[in-house]
């Protein structure tokens, strides 16, 4: 069974910065874009970053300059670096492939606050 595992999360500081993880137990997973999400409290789910095959990436407006995403295929894994944390990244963060997406993992939390 194909499973989604996110890791990483945390209590930081606004400014701070958190590296997230999320490996995908799949023998296809280099021939899938990855994509990052997040959800917050009473939020819809909400697109973060994307990776292609080939490595290109796209980000949404808030994050850009900020977090980048990455991946290394022979660990199928997918990470999101994430620097100059704010409030508002506030949320429960999901790794999940398109197309054809897996079940949704557990999410990893991250909480900016002072």
């Known amino acids: 069974q194909v499973q989604i595992v996110e890791s990483g999360g945390g209590l930081v500081q606004p400014g701070g910065s958190l590296r997230l993880s999320c490996v995908v137990s799949t023998s296809t997973f280099s021939t899938y874009a990855m994509v990052w999400y997040r959800q917050a409290p009473g939020k819809p789910r909400e697109f973060v970053a994307k990776?292609?095959?080939?490595?290109?990436?796209n980000y949404r407006d808030s994050v850009k300059g900020r977090f980048t995403i990455s991946r290394d295929n022979a660990k199928n894994t997918v990470y999101l670096q994430m620097n100059g944390l704010k409030p508002e990244d506030t949320a429960v963060y999901y790794c999940n492939r398109v197309p054809e997406p897996l079940g949704w993992g557990q999410g990893t939390q991250v909480t900016v606050s002072s």
């Open positions: 990776i292609i095959r080939d490595g290109n990436t």
